[in-house]
């Protein structure tokens, strides 16, 4: 049931959770638990990096057809390096207390690239159906 709720729903579970990373990255920096800057950088990096795995991952699952399947997944990657590169600017520039960073970037793209390394291996775990 969780596998076809994911499937079918993916475009739905995308947006909201789109939604929740704009959410979270919009919180001043006072919300935001505080560590030492080791833990951070490393914490801090993997938390981007996972959030856009997952935002990445159900964009790909959303598009079902095998009709120009490459073409439309590097799209889709795009499009999510694109919503982390807005969030950063964002961030740096309208975003009260936070700071935008090019690292914080760069761990977005890296977790939207591995989610297009891994999705065919998802689609199959899921048993998503491709048309």
């Known amino acids: 049931m969780l596998k076809q709720l ?8 995308a947006f909201f959770w789109a939604l929740i990373i704009f959410l979270l990255c919009s919180l001043p920096s006072k919300y935001i638990p505080e560590s030492n800057l080791l833990d951070l950088l490393s914490f801090d990096k ?3 990096a996972s959030l856009f795995f997952v935002l990445t991952s159900l964009m790909l699952l959303s598009y079902k057809s095998k009709k120009k ?5 590097i799209f889709l990657v795009n499009v999510a390096i694109m919503y982390g590169a807005i969030l950063e600017l964002l961030q740096a520039k309208f975003f009260s207390s936070r700071s935008g960073d090019w690292l914080d970037f760069i761990a977005n793209s890296i977790g939207s ?3 297009l390394v891994f999705i065919n291996r998802i689609k199959l775990y899921l048993n998503c159906k491709v048309h």
């Open 69 to 73: 399947q490459l073409l439309a997944s």
């Open 6 to 13: 994911v499937c079918n729903k993916s475009k739905l579970f």
């Open 113 to 115: 690239f591995m989610a």
């Open 46 to 48: 993997l938390v981007h």
